[in-house]
């Protein structure tokens, strides 16, 4: 005895029959030769006859209608036995299709991120295996200093799909006592790329595209304020929205920059600075030019300008930011100054009170 052929119905033609029956409409046709069973190869008519004209229209070489009368989708069933392991085969070929998706989309975050694809046979094998949380390391190196990264992959609890949360940065900076380190958050596998984490731990200013916490996008300038750190070890990220003011064009028209004066080089000179990047360009006084390097300050509103072995010049911008530098630091010394006095002058109210108090108790004796 022939054994019978085993269907996968779709969910979404299983929904569609469903909805057909309760309408009336108790004639299948569907196509035997298929495994699968999809919105486009079972449909259900109101007569026979319809349906029987629907299969002699389709079948071909390919595809052979039969028709079949249900009054439930039980009686559907039993005319199209569920094949559970045909159910499996499936399942996993559309698991490995899924896969190979996240993994070609993981690998262009990657890329995009500029940590390029040395990375990815890693990652695949991460992958493949199902781990549920995946760490990869990393290093680069940027302007002859090192960075290090550990980034922290994890996979969804419902549909499994993996995601780029984070990544820790190291800075091995030689001329501070200790290494930098700072984790940055990614928001669908998008932020904070690996160089504009370098630009980010040497002190300098990255102009960035954000979002807020009701996903609003906004931009602004971001920079590390390495003296300040919350919570969870990381240093504090000041922003300077659009509203504070800073125009970096107008920053750098104060400056004889050679690269100014030609469109394309103005472009890739913003693009650059707003990256982050100590930029060189060309100092031109008097007809004579010297190589600088510059960066973006929106703290002050301002570039800062170093010679070309990399040390700070104090031509007149650079002396209005370090007048500007000191007067915060003066304000900030002062405002920390008052709250001292505030608190010292709290706790002498308090020790005056308790003898009082105590006076009045004996007193009363």
């Given at each position: 005895?022939?054994q019978?052929?085993?269907?996968v119905?779709?969910?979404?033609a299983?929904e569609?029959?469903?909805l057909?029956l309760?309408?009336?409409?108790?004639?299948?046709?569907y196509d035997s030769n298929?495994?699968?069973?999809g919105?486009?190869?079972?449909?259900?008519?109101?007569t026979?006859?319809?349906?029987?004209?629907f299969a002699?229209?389709e079948?071909d070489?390919?595809e052979q209608?039969?028709v079949?009368?249900?009054?439930?989708?039980?009686?559907v069933?039993?005319?199209?036995?569920?094949?559970?392991?045909?159910n499996?085969?499936?399942?996993?070929?559309?698991?490995l299709?899924?896969n190979?998706e996240?993994?070609e989309?993981?690998?262009?975050?990657?890329?995009?991120?500029?940590f390029?694809?040395?990375?990815n046979k890693e990652?695949?094998?991460?992958?493949?295996?199902?781990?549920?949380e995946?760490?990869l390391?990393?290093?680069?190196?940027?302007?002859?200093q090192?960075?290090?990264a550990?980034?922290y992959f994890?996979?969804?609890e419902?549909?499994?799909?993996y995601?780029?949360?984070?990544y820790e940065a190291?800075?091995?900076?030689?001329?501070?006592?200790?290494?930098?380190?700072?984790t940055?958050?990614?928001n669908?596998?998008?932020?904070?790329?690996?160089?504009?984490?370098?630009?980010l731990?040497?002190?300098?200013?990255?102009n960035?595209?954000?979002?807020d916490?009701k996903?609003?996008k906004?931009?602004?300038w971001v920079q590390?304020?390495?003296g300040?750190?919350?919570?969870?070890?990381?240093?504090?990220?000041?922003?300077y929205?659009q509203?504070?003011g800073?125009?970096?064009?107008?920053?750098?028209?104060?400056?004889?920059?050679?690269?100014?004066e030609?469109?394309?080089?103005r472009?890739?000179?913003?693009?650059?600075?707003k990256?982050?990047?100590?930029q060189?360009?060309?100092?031109e006084?008097d007809?004579?030019?010297n190589?600088m390097?510059?960066?973006a300050?929106p703290?002050?509103k301002t570039?800062s300008?170093?010679d070309q072995?990399?040390?700070?010049?104090?031509?007149?911008?650079q002396?209005?930011?370090?007048?500007?530098?000191?007067s915060v630091?003066?304000?900030e010394?002062k405002?920390?100054?008052h709250?001292n006095?505030?608190?010292k002058?709290k706790?002498r109210?308090?020790?005056?009170?308790?003898?009082?108090?105590?006076?009045q108790?004996r007193?009363?004796?």
């Open positions: 005895m022939e019978q052929k085993q269907y119905i779709a969910e979404e299983q569609r029959i469903e057909a309760a309408q009336g409409r108790n004639w299948i046709a298929a495994a699968f069973l919105e486009w190869n079972i449909h259900a008519f109101s026979k006859g319809q349906a029987i004209n002699a229209l079948n070489e390919t209608y039969r079949f009368h249900a009054s439930s989708m039980a009686e069933f039993r005319e199209l036995p569920y094949g559970r392991e045909l499996n085969i499936l399942s996993n070929q559309n698991k299709i899924m190979a996240n993994l989309y993981l690998k262009e975050n990657l890329k995009t991120m500029g390029g694809d040395k990375l990652l695949e094998l991460n992958v493949v295996n199902a781990q549920p995946i760490q390391k990393t290093e680069a190196a940027f302007n002859g090192k960075m290090e550990m980034l994890r996979k969804g419902q549909n499994e799909i995601f780029f949360n984070k190291t800075l091995e900076n030689e001329s501070q006592e200790k290494d930098r380190s700072q940055f958050y990614l669908r596998g998008y932020g904070i790329t690996f160089k504009e984490a370098f630009n731990l040497e002190g300098r200013a990255v960035k595209d954000l979002t916490s996903g609003q906004y931009n602004a590390l304020d390495f300040s750190k919350d919570k969870y070890n990381n240093y504090e990220m000041k922003q929205h509203n504070y800073y125009d970096l064009e107008k920053a750098l028209s104060k400056h004889p920059i050679v690269e100014l030609n469109v394309d080089d472009k890739m000179l913003i693009s650059s600075l990256k982050g990047n100590l060189s360009v060309s100092f006084n007809g004579v030019k190589r390097f510059i960066e300050n703290k002050f570039i300008v170093y072995h990399k040390k700070i010049v104090l031509n007149e911008s002396k209005e930011e370090k007048v500007k530098e000191k630091d003066k304000e010394t405002e920390a100054r709250e006095k505030q608190d002058s706790r109210s308090k020790d005056e009170l308790e003898p009082e108090s105590i006076s108790k007193a009363r004796r």
